[in-house]
């Protein structure tokens, strides 16, 4: 079974600033998918960014981009240029390929725009 | 075009009640599914409709918990009789089927029911 990790349950940032949220899986599928799910306080949980595991380039969406380490099953996640309406639950969250469409979340890290 | 909705956004109910949850997925949205978040732990799948069809249901915690999908469109989840332990923020997502010769298709999640028993 796949599993997702977030060690970070708590993360802050000053505003313009930069934040790394950290995020490592395990699977034994070679083809998969890859996001993070952004929930802000008003609780509808939206896409942030995606990455196939079958391209080697890190997936960019303007101020966020990912770090993906596939052989060492690692998918970070930055935000450049913090701005208050970052704030939210972040949530990693794996999906294997065709076949197996549910998604396998971490347990979020709450990240805290600093003014 | 409407999102995916979701109702109630708050239930209160007391132990040994039942309580339904409805979702409406994006219309054309083939694939719907549960989830469920317990206060400070991950989201974790509960099931996944194909249209009318249950898929995979492997995340039912137990048979107190039903789960339906009339006509392919809105779903229900019950619980009955409701325990401590099923408080928690209950998501519903809808998507486009996959089949092998379309590209990745994106989950749009509901804002969520939370469901305290008491």
Not at chain 2, 22 to 49: A, Q, T
Not at chain 2, 91 to 102: E, I, N, Q, V
Request: net charge neutral.
């Amino acid at each position: 079974a796949q599993t997702v990790t977030q060690s970070q349950p708590e993360m802050s940032v000053q505003e313009a600033e930069t934040v790394t949220l950290s995020c490592t899986y395990d699977t034994s599928e070679s083809d998969y998918y890859l996001f993070w799910y952004k929930q802000p306080p008003s609780r509808q949980m939206i896409l942030v960014i995606r990455q196939e595991a079958y391209k080697q380039q890190n997936a960019t969406e303007n101020r966020f981009s990912v770090n993906f380490q596939k052989a060492a099953k690692s998918f970070s996640l930055k935000i450049s240029d913090s701005q208050l309406g970052d704030a939210a639950m972040y949530f990693c969250a794996y999906r294997g390929n065709f076949g197996n469409e549910k998604l396998t979340f971490g347990t979020g890290t709450r990240l805290t725009i600093i003014p | 075009e409407a999102g995916v909705t979701q109702f109630p956004s708050h239930s209160v109910i007391e132990k040994g009640q039942t309580v339904t949850l409805r979702c409406d997925p994006i219309s054309g949205h083939d694939n719907l599914y549960w989830y469920r978040r317990v206060m400070g732990k991950e989201i974790k799948f509960l099931l996944h409709f194909v249209k009318e069809s249950k898929q995979d249901e492997s995340g039912m915690p137990n048979n107190r918990f039903l789960a339906e999908r009339t006509g392919g469109t809105y779903s229900t989840l019950k619980v009955q009789p409701a325990e401590l332990e099923d408080s928690g923020v209950y998501f519903c997502a809808s998507s486009l089927f996959r089949d092998r010769g379309t590209p990745n298709t994106e989950a749009f999640f509901g804002q969520g029911t939370r469901l305290t028993v008491v």
